[in-house]
């Protein structure tokens, strides 16, 4: 199975916003949502941000949002702070039954 | 406050098997949710799945590891296990295991290296 497709790395100034896409075929992000968004600060395990393409962790802050179009999902976050500078994965579920994750993307909070 | 922890040797000859366990402690116990994932990341790389068990016994895996990999739960301990044979150098990375549909939780992961 193939990862889906995020750009390697995005940027903002604190209090911007900004968009990262995740995309993938009709056989996985685009089939089922059953999209989920991951944070992964250095040397921690990664966290749960939003799952079914658009629902938040209990916890999880309101600046972060999900949804999906065709066969690509976004995770926008509102309001930059530099706590967000992280790394980012997209996951989906596939119609073979198993998960697939995204490549990563860097977030820079310039 | 619901944990996994990864425990297992740290170091793995080429060739012979990998074998890992999750132990869930704090409230949840390992029949209490459908799905247990494992998942790894080599140093400086994206993560990749490698498999999950449906409590109910039935086990998905990744395609490329199919081949390779058993992951099996043990109720009674709170246990999930994954076994990955046939190790090489491509295999060492940090694992970790997660729980649910979504990796609601994940434990704090465990490096293996692959090295003779």
């Known amino acids: 199975q193939s990862a889906l497709t995020q750009p390697a790395s995005v940027s903002g100034s604190p209090g911007q916003s900004i968009t990262i896409s995740c995309t993938g075929t009709?056989?996985?992000?685009?089939?089922?949502?059953?999209v989920s968004w991951y944070q992964q600060h250095p040397g921690k395990a990664p966290k749960l941000m939003i799952y079914?393409?658009?629902n938040r962790p209990s916890g999880v802050s309101n600046r972060f949002s999900g949804s999906k179009s065709d066969n690509t999902a976004s995770l926008t976050i509102s309001g930059l702070q530099a706590a967000d500078e992280a790394d980012y994965y997209c996951?989906?579920?596939?119609?073979?039954?198993?998960?697939?994750f995204g490549g990563g993307t860097k977030l820079t909070v310039l | 406050q619901v944990q996994l922890q990864e425990s297992g040797p740290g170091l793995v000859k080429p060739s012979e098997t990998l074998s890992l366990t999750c132990t869930v402690s704090?409230?949840?116990?390992?029949?209490?949710?459908?799905?247990w994932s494992w998942i790894r990341q080599p140093a400086g790389k994206g993560l990749e799945w490698i498999g999950r068990?449906?409590?109910?016994?039935?086990?998905n895996y990744n395609p490329s590891l199919k081949s390779r990999v058993t992951i099996s739960v043990d109720t009674s301990k709170n246990q999930v296990s994954l076994k990955l044979s046939s190790v090489t150098a491509a295999d060492t990375a940090v694992y970790y295991c997660?729980?649910?549909?979504?990796?609601?939780?994940w434990g704090q992961g465990t490096m293996v290296t692959v090295s003779s």
């Open positions: 009709h056989s996985d992000v685009g089939g089922y949502n059953y």
């Open positions: 704090g409230g949840s116990n390992s029949s209490d949710f459908y799905y």
């Open positions: 068990i449906y409590i109910r016994g039935s086990t």
């Open positions: 079914d393409v658009s």
């Open positions: 996951s989906s579920y596939t119609r073979s039954s198993t998960l697939v």
């Open positions: 997660a729980r649910g549909w979504a990796f609601d939780i």
